[in-house]
């Protein structure tokens, strides 16, 4: 089962207030932006970008990953590494909320989601 209502509802509010903080300005989100959406029981950071040949089409960086276990009640986080793969995120594998994940994305204290 996918998050339930009340969960989807959590996390929009949390990823709205992340991407008023971190969005680049009006002006050139048309060149550059950032995003979420959910899969299954995941909640995924993007960004989006016009393809380089083709500026018509936009093309989407995965950024950082989280999922949700409901046994254990915390938040795995992941991120893709340059073989396009998600690995565990080991300096903190897991949270105990949406609005923590989203806080160490912030942080990016290892340099793992913005480089």
């Known amino acids: 089962m996918a998050f339930n209502?009340?969960?989807?509802k959590s996390i929009e509010k949390a990823a709205t207030a992340f991407l008023a903080l971190r969005r680049p300005q009006p002006e050139i989100r048309d060149?550059?932006?950032?995003?979420?959406?959910t899969k299954g029981h995941s909640v995924?950071?993007?960004?989006?970008?016009?393809?380089?040949?083709?500026?018509?089409r936009k093309i989407e960086h995965l950024i950082?990953?989280?999922t949700y276990?409901?046994?254990q009640n915390l938040w795995k986080i992941f991120w893709l590494r340059q073989d396009l793969k998600w690995h565990g995120y080991t300096p903190h594998q897991y949270v105990k909320s949406?609005?923590?994940?989203?806080k160490l994305v912030d942080?990016?204290?290892?340099g793992c989601f913005w480089g």
């Open 5 to 8: 209502e009340i969960e989807n």
């Open 31 to 37: 060149q550059v932006d950032l995003g979420w959406r």
């Open 44 to 56: 995924l950071l993007f960004e989006t970008r016009p393809v380089f040949d083709d500026p018509s």
């Open 64 to 66: 950082a990953k989280t």
């Open 69 to 71: 276990n409901r046994r």
């Open 98 to 102: 949406i609005d923590a994940f989203l």
């Open 107 to 110: 942080e990016d204290a290892y």
